[in-house]
């Protein structure tokens, strides 16, 4: 090769040792090329230039053993595991691997001594180290210690740390010149907030020296990530205002604001808008009227009353004489809309068309026929609206529910279908994540946003109870006596910072540990390393009534509607951000009976954890929970805390990052201005093939 090539053309496919297998296991983590590998940063750091006693390891220490092995067996416990005890002068701990090997287990021999890394647990005999990294020393071998912090990444399943380390060292060997990786941030911007320069920045980063500020680089506060986080938060906006300037370039097709079909349907509902619904659609009934196309965000907590808000939209464009669809990320969620839609339009002479995945044969012509010809003016469903083949006669309204669950490329496909080379479709996105109204005001201004802040009358607030892992017992026990008397309970089990397979490990040693202590109760299990069609049967049981109890991952945080369920456990709450311990809450209480939520924690509980967790107990308001969240946002929260939904960022976090807003916002007014060449590598850099709000 001549001259040095961007490192964001070289596909990570070109490093030593990277084949199809590692390069699609790279991809999962949005590693395609090696300037992606750079930006993946580690999670934390493991200091490895000192050995610990095993006697003064105390839970939660993330620490480096050397050891001599004792014994080495199967345990057939509940899962199978492969434990190996190890000793040094300090005392005993074991080490424990779900997945093993025959040769690991002979290379693990008794006598042996061996180098180890990981996180104390408390598990079955005391402390434990789940999957440690680990040498086995050859005899009289002295290891010597690492000489700067060890990275810990974010990884993914059959994609090891050691492996990930090697990969990015090649990474950063490619780091030589300025080209190989330019820093798109004009100097002049980057003096304004005395940040270092990009290579500088991740050189540190990927090796922090032994005297770092640990605590700092946790809190995610060096001057190193700063610049990171300024310059994501940077093309962030760069790429908001991009699109929207895009988008209004276009023009969308005209609807009427005073809506017969409207009227009718707000007449025959069982229920009177709330003034929020009322003022919601009130908005978006303007948007619709305007000639240029609508983006609009919905935002409203767990059982706000969205739906009605689209049906409402949905049914001025059909009085307008165009088609409206309403796409949903799961078979159930849109299952669920389509049978409210069903219900509700059925007075009006409308019957909504229904497209899915599951969808086949005649019926399947049938709706796609009917949305072809215009004869169906409403459509719910999956992605499978936006697959080739499906045709629309004039759609004039796209409406997508949790939008964070989709790609922007999928949801731009579905506005293709819409085009009209005229006109695109108006375009509304509703999610249950809230933002903290300071927060979306002054990072997203450019954003049409309406809120949906006031529940409907009525709701029987869920009961929140905080309690500590040492009182599982109770819990269980409880948990048998409510679905004994017809109730149906959610248990959450949540992990951090890990592998989907791990997830979901621990949630089948749940399952395996729960059935053996209720063998009378029907229980089920999702998780995210099902098939969806796994997971939608396993559901779909437990909304029939079948299942007493549905052991979860995560996966079960967006929108399901099972009113029966009105008891959820949640493991280890204090490692969850608040804004999603509220989104699961939110599976429950949605019947008429009072519902609970325990909160089983890990001890000990710190001081933080348990203010945090008080903040789920006292209160059942989406928005203030967010806000009350920031606030209080304190050291060791925010790297350990996944984001979900509309602020998905990297490295940026606009609670700890508040204070950068500003000075973001001046420095995409002088790039706009004087550098607009540098916008798209800053937006590709940083957004690449990720989904960007999905409201542009
Ligand atoms: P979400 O905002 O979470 O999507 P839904 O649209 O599913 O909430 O509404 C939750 C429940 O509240 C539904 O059963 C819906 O019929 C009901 N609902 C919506 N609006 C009102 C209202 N104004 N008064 C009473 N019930 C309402
Ligand atoms: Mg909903």
């Keep these: 090769m001549s001259g040095p090539v961007a490192l964001s053309d070289i596909p990570v496919t070109q490093l030593n040792g990277v084949a199809a297998r590692l390069a699609e296991r790279l991809a999962t983590l949005h590693i395609h090329t090696v300037q992606d590998l750079l930006f993946h940063l580690p999670l934390r750091y493991q200091d490895r230039t000192q050995i610990a006693s095993i006697g003064r390891v105390r839970l939660g220490d993330d620490v480096m053993l050397e050891a001599e092995i004792l014994s080495c067996d199967i345990d057939f416990g509940r899962r199978r595991s492969l434990v190996c005890r190890i000793k040094d002068a300090g005392g005993i701990i ?23 890394y990981g996180e104390i647990r408390s598990g079955k005999n005391g402390y434990e180290l789940y999957h440690p990294e680990y040498q086995v020393l050859k005899p009289g071998e002295i290891a010597p210690v690492a000489d700067r912090l060890t990275p810990i990444y974010p990884a993914t399943e059959g994609l090891q740390q050691t492996r990930l380390r090697k990969l990015i060292d090649q ?45 700092q680089l946790l809190n995610g506060e060096h001057p190193a990530q700063q610049r990171l986080a300024f310059e994501e938060l940077l093309s962030h906006r760069l790429c908001l205002r991009r699109l929207r300037q895009q988008s209004a370039q276009h023009h969308a097709p005209l609807m009427a604001a005073h809506s017969d079909l409207g009227q009718a349907f707000r007449q025959q509902l069982p229920f009177a808008l709330t003034r929020a619904q009322t003022r919601v659609s009130n908005e978006i009934s303007h948007d619709l009227g305007l000639e240029q196309p609508m983006l609009r965000l919905l935002q409203g907590d767990v059982g706000s009353g969205k739906t009605v808000v689209a049906a409402l939209a949905a049914l001025q464009a059909v009085d307008s004489g165009y088609q409206a669809v309403i796409m949903a990320p799961t078979e159930i969620l849109a299952e669920q809309h389509h049978v409210n839609f069903t219900q509700w339009l059925a007075p009006l002479g409308l019957q909504p068309g229904w497209l899915s995945g599951k969808v086949k044969g005649r019926q399947r012509q049938q709706t796609l026929q ?280 990297r490295i940026a976090d606009l609670a700890r990052d508040a204070a950068l807003l500003d000075p973001v916002k001046s420095a995409a007014d002088t790039i706009e201005h004087d550098y607009p060449s540098h916008i798209d590598p800053l937006v590709n850099r940083w957004l690449g093939d990720r989904e960007l709000y999905g409201n542009v």
């Design 171 to 215: 990474a950063l060997a490619l780091l030589q010149s300025p080209e190989s990786l330019p820093d798109w941030i004009p100097a002049s911007v980057l003096n304004r907030v005395a940040f270092p320069g990009l290579a500088d920045a991740l050189q540190y980063l990927h090796h922090p020296p032994v005297q770092a500020p640990v605590t």
């Design 94 to 116: 074991s080490l424990r691997f779900f997945h093993f090997s025959a040769a690991q287990k002979k290379m693990l021999a008794p006598g042996n001594v061996l180098r180890c």
């Design 370 to 649: 009917g949305l072809r010809d215009g004869s169906s003016k409403i459509a719910v469903g999956t992605h499978a609206l936006f697959q080739e083949g499906v045709e629309f006669s004039n759609l004039g309204l796209i409406i997508i529910d949790e939008q964070h669950r989709f790609g922007v490329h999928q949801r731009l496909a579905l506005r293709e279908k819409g085009n009209t080379g005229m006109t695109i479709p108006h375009q509304l996105v509703m999610t249950a994540t809230p933002i903290p109204r300071t927060l979306a005001m002054s990072a997203y201004a450019d954003l049409d946003c309406s809120v949906l802040d006031e529940l409907p009358p009525g709701r029987t607030p869920v009961n929140t109870v905080i309690i500590s892992n040492e009182r599982r017992d109770e819990v269980i026990a409880r948990i048998h006596q409510a679905c004994l008397q017809g109730n149906q309970a959610y248990w959450v089990c949540t992990l951090i910072d890990e592998s989907e397979a791990l997830q979901a490990q621990a949630a089948e040693a749940t399952l395996a540990a729960l059935q053996t202590q209720l063998p009378d109760l029907a229980i089920g299990l999702v998780h995210g390393r099902m098939k969806a069609t796994e997971k939608s049967a396993v559901m779909a049981a437990f909304k029939k009534g079948e299942l007493h109890l549905l052991i979860a991952t995560t996966v079960i945080e967006v929108g399901v509607d099972v009113p029966n369920a009105s008891l959820m456990i949640i493991e280890n709450p204090e490692r969850l951000g608040l804004a999603q311990l509220h989104q699961l809450r939110g599976r429950v209480g949605r019947g008429a009976k009072a519902s609970h939520c325990l909160l089983l924690y890990q001890t000990p509980l710190s001081q933080l954890g348990k203010q945090r967790l008080g903040i789920m107990r006292d209160s059942n308001d989406g928005f203030y929970i967010a806000e009350q969240d920031l606030a209080i946002r304190g050291p060791g929260q925010v790297l350990g805390t996944r984001q979900t939904g509309l602020m998905s960022f």
